[in-house]
Structure formats: C-alpha cells, structure tokens
DNA sequence: GATATGCTAGATAACGTTGTCACGTCACTG
DNA sequence: CAGTGACGTGACAACGTTATCTAGCATATC
C-alpha cells in the first residue's frame, strides 16, 4: 500500500480504466467491454465491474477514446459574430442538428477578418474537428482548407460561398429577395430608390447590389451609382449616405437596406431626420413589427439556413458521396408598412 | 515501394509525426523538438524536418498532443439558448476571452432543461474540459458536477448561481435592478405597479421579484399578489396576466417586466390595446430606444457578465486559489419614456 | 471419452503525441 | 592529454482508450 490504491495519480487525479480494472480484479479490456455495452461479458463481471466503476467515480476520457477510434464527434462552426442575431440564430440551428448527431459543438468568430478565420478554421483542424461549418470572412480565400478537405474533413459553408475551393454552400437568395424588394417599392410608385449595405467585398452585399441592379435595369429604370453606398454600416457612414441621398432636386423616395445591421443603423438615423423615406430591410429582426411604421423586410431563415447546412454536413459525415452542391433558400416579403408609404 | 511511402493511410490519410520523421531521416522526438521550438536542435536538422513537414502537409495531432499533456485548452460555455440575444452576448464576451487565452470553446444550450444541462456539462467533462461556464437551467442541481470539480474542472456559474455546490458565480444586481424600476415608477406618480416575469423557479425572476417587492413594502405600499404574473412569457399568458391587471375598478398604471423576452411579449400585447401603461423592462434590448415611446429598462450588461465569469474562470486556470466569490454586476436604470408615462 | 465448438477473459499492440533518459560527439579545461 | 561538461540526438515509455488475437474452459458432438 506504498502508492495510490485508489484513484491514480494522474490527469487530475482521475481514475483510469486501469484503476477500474485493478479494484475490480478483472482485465483491462473486461472494463472498456462493459463500459461500451458490448455483448460477450458475463452476467457476474459486469456487476463486479460496475461496481468499481460506482465506486471510483469512473467516467471514460472521451479524448483517448476518440484518438484510438480516429474521430472526434466534433464540429467546428465559424462564424462573423455569435453575438449578432442573425448569426446566433444560425448557431441555435446547427447546435441542435450536432446535438441530435451526438457531437459536440466548437464555436468561434472570425469577426470579418480573414486570417482570423484561417487561425481558427485550422485550430479547429488540429483538433480534428470531423467537419466544419464556415460563415467565410469578407475577404478570405479558402484554398487553405484544401489539406484539411483531402484529409477528410468536411467543410459546408453558410451564408456566404467558399472562395477559391470547390465545396456545399447553402446560401439565401439574395439576388431574387433585392430583387423582390425593388419590385415592391417600384409598384408603390417610387422611381428614386437608395441602396445602402455593407461593403461590396461582402459576397451577401454584392450580391444584393446585383439584384437591386439588374432589377431596375430589366424595369427599364437607370442604375445610379449615387444611390448607392456600401459600406460597414456605421453611424457615420450611413448619416453621410442619407445625407448625400436625401438632398438634392431628386432625393430618393426608398431605401433599400442590405442587412440587419444596416437596417437598423438607416432607422436610427431616420428618426432624427424629419424625411421619411420609404424602407425596406434586408433580413427581418425582433421588433420590426412593433416600430411605427413596422418596417417591411425580405425575410430569410437563418435557421433554415443552419439546419440545412448542418443537415447537409451530416448527410455528408454519414458517407454521403454525391457532387458538391449549393443550396439556396427562398426568401420572402413581409410588408408592414414601413415599405408602403407612397412616394 | 510497396506500401505508402508518402503519408501514412491511418486517420483519415494524414501524415503523422512518424511520418515526417520517416522521411526526414531523424528520430521522432526531432520532429517533436521542432514542431515544438524547443532550443536544442541543430539548423541542419530542423531545416530537414521543416522540408520534411512541409513535403507532407504535416499538421500535428492537437488531440494526442492534449492527451500526452493532460489538458485541452478547451472550456465548455453552456447556456439557456444560444439564440437570444442577451446569452448570444454572454457567449460572445466568454468566447472572446477564451481566444485570448489560446483556448477554444464548446457551445451547447440547454435549453431551460435540467436534465439535458446535465447531460451537455458532463458530455464536456468527459471531452475533459479544463473549465466550464454555465447559465443554470431553471431547475438544476449542480451536485452532479461535484466529482468533476474534485478532479480539477473548474466551473464558473453566470448570470445564476449554482444549486447544491460552492462555486463563484458572476450575477446581475437583479434585487437593485427591480427596486430602481420601482422606485422609479413611484416618483411618476404610479401605485398600482405590475410585475410580469418569468417564471418563479427561475433564480433571476425570483430575485427580481424580491426586488419588487422589498421596495413596495419599504415604500409603505402593499404588496398585491394579484398584480404579479409569473410564468414562461408566451403571448397567451402575457395577454391573460395583462387582461387581469388592466381590468378591473383599480388598473395597473404601470408595468414591470422581468426579461427581455416579457417586456417584447408585453409590448407585443400591449400594442393591440387601448391603454398604455407605463413600463420598464429588465433587460436592454436593441432597438428599445426607437419604439414609440422609448422602452425604459433596467439595463445589465451581459458582455460585462459573460466577460468576468470568463476572466474569473482563466484566473482560477491559471491557479489563482483564493475562496469561492460572487460577483454581482450593476444594473442601470436608462429612461427613454415609456416609463415616464405619468399616470 | 476424445474432439470440436462456443463463449468469456485478458495480453498486447496500437492511436499520435511528449517527457525521460542515455548515448555519442565535441570543445574546453587543468 | 585525459577529464569534464555542454550539446545534439534518438530509444523508449507513457497518456487512456479500443481492436486483435490467443488462451482457457465449459458444453455439445460423435
């Protein structure tokens, strides 16, 4: 009784599965059988075994087990930001989807910033993470990933498609959601219509911008740069695009915003100002129905967006060997009046 | 050439540490030398390995790498529900934190259950964690944790206390918070206040409601049972609780709501109504301050909680042994009109 | 009663790392 | 010129599991 007859020493003072088996007397692979449930253990064993195992306090270290068996049931999400709704809706949704799977979820944001995202995307790889669910940052390139793809990881992106490699994206239709908008605004008779979102390098804004364009154009209206402000949507930012919109002999009558962020940012300003365009948003947000008006958005699912994405990832971890594909998910209008105000 | 001269065909085909040593013609402990940095390693031979490492696209084994050590660098965050915006705060700061630290994090919600709380902190114990943040489900009892705290885990309660162990919790001034929108309300003129929170197993709820009424009894008011609703803030119980306070020879002239998701219910309802009762909420919320009237809340800042619980958690990592603590964070009243809705 | 069969149990080798130790080699010292 | 370090290197065991394989034993079969 010269060292631990109890637990070992080791790893926090943990019990091992050795401990296990030393206190029961049996075999070391007599434990690992009962802990895993398998069959071919007698009645007897078991009980001496779980016993033990009551008794030490055992519970098995999933990070062994999962070196030996070579995977992790792990899933790596990356995003922009947890703390923007939009993004922990998103989260909500794929937590759930890993839940249900069995595994576990790591979470992180890359805060638009594409190193950033390549630092955590590889961390997460070193972990072995068995798959990846990436919100790309403005800028990144993901042919870092690449290594990590032909090792068998499992990247779906969201949101935003990956750059400069082949993989499952599920996106909104941003293009025939700005699209939508414009077609709304155009009907309630407006012709001057402002368009503020985030910064062009931003595939979701360019995107939008390219179906606010190629709607006006096919209505046969002129595409006006000077409607147009892209941006990170800072106060700042968006005072100076009002301001620069609103003035003028041919201010704009509409405005479409290109996001949640900057939605909320055109409001803020707005409610200082003694004009009130026309609005509509791009994604919907908690209260936007209480506001008066209530502010008409396009409407997409960002937990539809999540669970497909998630579901797909799945799909995928199960052996699913079908071509890459990418996914996009209707978005809708939901008028409330703040994009029903007559020119 | 027989079998793989390139990487190894084990885990998913990636090259291991073996691998590059192999290759480079050194011993394996070289390469771990020079993965790591450490000093002792001739220019020849580290130049070799690097070749070697780069030749195969070697990325070491973070897991084996933890397991040889005895830690993770990973901490568990497991809160109510990742999607509302106050925990998505919350989980923002603590991962921000976590990334300062080199650590990565495991998310997961609970979603108000005690038992799947259970189930995801000891599914982060068994993933040996080296910390975990919880928000507490409503009814939980944390004496599950003990063996884990024993063996070195160091958990960190937030925004509601743990049940059943001594452990440091980072909470919200809730008591003060509720007695600043009483008092408040009081010097408007109000005496007929209600209060609509969630329900009363719920630390937060129960500690505001205390507030509440300590200070109506302070004040020399009665406490009316009959003005107090408590209960998961869903439409239809926010739409009774309300019918029952507004109706009546004596109405409430003023409302209390205990969470941001009472005071969107109760604004929601109230917006189908006649009357306007004054109100201030618990919580702030985006968008509180371009509602007509402005939403007066108590604000408390989760960043600031999710921050310090995460601070307090890497300072115990770092073997900072000083007593079980608990942090209360202040709350601040912010008027924006709707409770300076004289009676 | 001897052999074939089935089942349980445990030794042993992995998984991919790091820590410990022992072994050269070389320059420096007395 | 032998003795002493310091330095560079690699064998080997460990971390806590699971998979494979073999041994033991009871039962079934002829």
Request: proline residues 12%.
């Given at each position: 009784m010269s060292e631990g007859t109890q637990a070992g020493r080791r790893t926090g003072g943990r019990p091992t599965m050795n401990d296990v088996a030393r206190l029961a007397g049996v075999g070391l692979k007599t434990v690992s059988r009962v802990v895993n449930g398998e069959?071919?253990?007698?009645q007897a064993m078991a009980e001496r075994v779980r016993a033990a195992i009551e008794a030490l306090g055992y519970s098995p270290h999933e990070g062994a087990r999962l070196l030996r068996r070579g995977q992790t049931a792990c899933v790596g999400l990356l995003l922009e930001?947890?703390?923007?709704p939009f993004y922990s809706a998103l989260a909500g949704a794929v937590e759930q989807v890993a839940r249900a799977n069995g595994f576990l979820l790591f979470t992180a944001s890359s805060e638009e910033d594409a190193e950033q995202e390549r630092e955590l995307a590889l961390a997460f790889c070193a972990r072995r993470v068995d798959g990846l669910v990436i919100v790309p940052?403005?800028?990144?390139?993901?042919?870092?990933?690449k290594p990590e793809i032909d090792a068998g990881v499992v990247a779906v992106f969201v949101d935003r498609p990956a750059v400069g490699i082949a993989a499952d994206a599920v996106l909104a239709d941003n293009v025939g959601g700005t699209r939508t908008a414009v077609v709304h605004l155009l009907r309630q008779g407006h012709r001057r219509i402002g368009f503020i979102a985030d910064a062009a390098e931003i595939f979701t804004a360019a995107q939008r911008l390219r179906g606010y364009r190629d709607e006006l154009v096919d209505s046969g209206l002129p595409f006006d740069e000077s409607l147009v402000a892209m941006g990170h949507p800072e106060p700042h930012f968006v005072h100076a695009a009002l301001d620069s919109m609103l003035?003028?002999?041919?201010?704009?009558?509409a405005l479409i915003a290109g996001n949640n962020r900057a939605t909320v940012a055109v409001l803020r300003d707005l409610s200082t100002r003694p004009q009130q365009p026309a609005l509509v948003g791009f994604d919907d947000f908690e209260l936007a129905d209480l506001l008066n008006p209530g502010v008409t958005v396009i409407a997409h699912d960002p937990v539809a967006l999540g669970k497909t994405a998630a579901d797909l990832l799945f799909r995928r971890l199960q052996g699913y060997r079908g071509p890459v594909q990418t996914i996009e998910i209707a978005t809708r209008l939901v008028p409330r009046g703040s994009g029903e105000i007559p020119r």
């Open positions: 069959p071919r253990v007698s930001d947890v703390a923007n940052a403005a800028t990144a390139d993901h042919r870092y990933l003035a003028g002999p041919e201010p704009v009558t």
